[in-house]
């Protein structure tokens, strides 16, 4: 919302809203989800509310005789350039990804990207939420040091994380 009392305002609300439609929530899911998402629904209102300004009718887009003229509209289609550089950032994710060990990318992999949470990630591996933790910290360490020399272009450095190696 940009704006921490807009904010508050968004999730009163939304709590009322909750409150009052209680008897709608299903149990397919968490609670904690349901209440998630009537918030984040709230909060996309109030925004789409302030910008409602934003959008003109087409009939205000008239001459002096009344007829209709177009609006210039951007093209849509996507940039070369840009399709280029998001396939060669996600294959360096993935070429950074995989030099991890794997008890470092699997962490990364439930937990960024499967979004489980820490207490799922830790049953699903068998190990504890310490753990779990502090891989993940060392794996987001470890692929920030892989991919940002990439940032301003280069691609070529590769960093060791041999045992004695590590930053932390």
Not at 77 to 84: A, C, K, Q, V, Y
């Amino acid at each position: 919302m940009r704006n921490e009392a807009d904010a508050e305002d968004a999730v009163q609300e939304a709590v009322l809203k909750a409150f009052k439609h209680i008897r709608q929530f299903r149990a397919e899911s968490r609670f904690s989800t349901w209440l998630t998402q009537i918030t984040v629904n709230e909060a996309r209102m109030r925004k789409r509310k302030e910008h409602a300004h934003l959008v003109e009718p087409i009939t205000d887009h008239q001459d002096e005789e009344g007829n209709y003229t177009p609006r210039e509209f951007a093209d849509w289609h996507e940039i070369p350039s840009e399709t280029l550089e998001r396939k060669e950032v996600r294959q360096r994710l993935a070429e950074a990804l995989a030099s991890l060990g794997q008890k470092y990318s699997e962490v990364f992999v439930l937990r960024d990207m499967q979004h489980l949470s820490i207490d799922e990630t830790a049953k699903a591996l068998g190990i504890t939420t310490a753990s779990v933790k502090t891989r993940l910290l060392r794996a987001r360490l470890m692929l920030r040091d892989l991919l940002a020399p990439g940032l301003d272009g280069n691609w070529t450095a590769r960093l060791s994380f041999a045992k004695g190696t590590k930053p932390w």
